[in-house]
């Protein structure tokens, strides 16, 4: 093979890796960005019904964020069972509920989970 063809296929496979790493790029910000959208709707949902103050709802806001994306890792991770799933999502809940507790006053955080079984049940 000539060397002006190995210059030739080398730059279109440089090209098409670098297509394929754009693209992932773009549809990661593109994720990152609905994620930062939904949790924002989230924090400031919980806001006004637990009465969050500003510091406290950026803070909700960034572990919304944080443990959306746990759980969509152990979600979506193939190697698992059902039943580890269960097992690894509720040691996430528990770590979660433990910095919402620090994060909320003994009233916010008991109002939090009454109304987040209320929306459990309705699921």
């Known amino acids: 093979m000539k060397t002006q063809n190995k210059i030739a296929i080398i730059g279109a496979a440089g090209f098409v890796v670098a297509g394929f790493v754009y693209s992932h790029f773009y549809l990661h910000k593109k994720s990152r960005k609905e994620l930062i959208e939904i949790a924002r709707e989230l924090a400031y949902t919980w806001k006004k019904e637990l009465e969050l103050d500003f510091e406290q709802t950026e803070k909700l806001e960034d572990l919304i964020i944080e443990y959306t994306l746990k759980k969509n890792e152990i979600i979506n991770a193939t190697a698992l069972t059902e039943d580890e799933i269960i097992f690894k999502l509720k040691s996430i809940q528990k770590a979660e509920h433990n910095k919402l507790q620090k994060l909320m006053t003994d009233k916010q955080f ?7 079984k209320k929306i459990s049940r309705k699921s």
């Open 110 to 116: 008991q109002k939090y989970l009454e109304l987040n």
